[in-house]
T-cell receptor, first 109, second 114 residues
Framework: GQNIDQPTEMTATEGAIVQINCTYQTSGFNGLFWYQQHAGEAPTFLSYNVLDGLEEKGRFSSFLSRSKGYSYLLLKELQMKDSASYLCAEEDSNYQLIWGAGTKLIIKP | IAGITQAPTSQILAAGRRMTLRCTQDMRHNAMYWYRQDLGLGLRLIHYSNTAGTTGKGEVPDGYSVSRANTDDFPLTLASAVPSQTSVYFC?????????????FGAGSRLTVL
């Protein structure tokens, strides 16, 4: 079956770095997405990885290892506004998304 | 401002009533989707449409129906609401096709069925 695993909740300190992991088990993998969702709001697109390696976009980076079925989202120089849920989603062979339950990130001053 | 509009924002509904959630996009996206989001679970796909005139069933389609008469609109209908359909519903759209199928989401519709 298809299963996306990510931690339920993480806590980090303002100004620090945090890594949110995501593992997936599926065939027909097409790509891996990360979305950000603030409480009470819609998810918004952060990153997409289809090849192995690190994609850097400002303070946010996303890594993919296809052989290990593993991805992570790296957030640097954390700001209070980064408090949100981070959703990992795999794009399957039909270009549909299979979503993890999300990781709630709590930033403390 | 280009994007997706959902209505209503929230609704309380008696069990057994019929309800239609509206979704309109102005980005000329080919594909549209309806998801429900429940605490502790990932977004679950209810129905989707790859292009106007076609629809498909997602992971949790039972009790829901959709139509796609044109590119812009993708309403979701609950024919006879049940309490288990209490959820936050998100409509989304994408250009469709292969590659990075980035979804743009509406603000959501919070539905409570009593």
């Amino acid at each position: 079956g298809q299963n996306i695993d990510q931690p339920t909740e993480m806590t980090a300190t303002e100004g620090a770095i945090v890594q949110i992991n995501c593992t997936y088990q599926t065939s027909g993998f097409n790509g891996l997405f990360w979305y950000q969702q603030h409480a009470g709001e819609a998810p918004t697109f952060l990153s997409y990885n289809v090849l192995d390696g690190l994609e850097e976009k400002g303070r946010f980076s996303s890594f993919l290892s296809r052989s290990k079925g593993y991805s992570y989202l790296l957030l640097k120089e954390l700001q209070m506004k980064d408090s949100a849920s981070y959703l990992c989603a795999e794009e399957d062979s039909n270009y549909q998304l299979i979503w993890g339950a999300g990781t709630k990130l709590i930033i403390k001053p | 401002i280009a994007g997706i509009t959902q209505a209503p924002t929230s609704q309380i509904l008696a069990a057994g009533r019929r309800m239609t959630l509206r979704c309109t996009q102005d980005m000329r996206h080919n594909a549209m989707y309806w998801y429900r989001q429940d605490l502790g679970l990932g977004l679950r796909l209810i129905h989707y449409s790859n292009t106007a005139g076609t629809t498909g069933k997602g992971e949790v389609p039972d009790g829901y129906s959709v139509s796609r008469a044109n590119t812009d609109d993708f309403p979701l209908t609950l024919a006879s609401a049940v309490p288990s359909q209490t959820s936050v519903y998100f409509c989304a759209s994408s250009a469709g096709g292969g590659g990075a199928n980035v979804l743009t989401f509406g603000a959501g519709s919070r539905l409570t069925v009593l």
